[in-house]
């Protein structure tokens, strides 16, 4: 299905929606999802990890102590 078509269906579906929590929940996942900063395609989250292991195998990264040295938790 096509980007408008998935829009305009969506829109009749919230239009005809008569329950507001649900408006209101689908609101906030949606705000949810637009404010995620990085979202990889397959192929780059499989680069990603393998730079990682690569990383890690060469020394690279930190402990878990270092890391929650760095960001104490609240």
Do not use: W
């Not at 637009?34 to 979202?39: R, V």
Request: overall charge negative; some cysteine; aromatic content about 6%.
């Amino acid at each position: 299905m096509a980007t408008l078509e998935l829009k305009t269906q969506f829109q009749k579906e919230i239009e005809n929606e008569q329950d507001n929590s649900v408006i209101e929940r689908v609101q906030a996942y949606y705000r949810r999802l637009k404010a995620t900063p990085c979202q990889f395609s397959s192929e780059e989250l499989i680069e990603e990890v393998r730079r990682s292991v690569e990383d890690e195998r060469n020394g690279g990264g930190k402990s878990m102590e270092e890391m929650r040295r760095k960001h104490p938790s609240k």
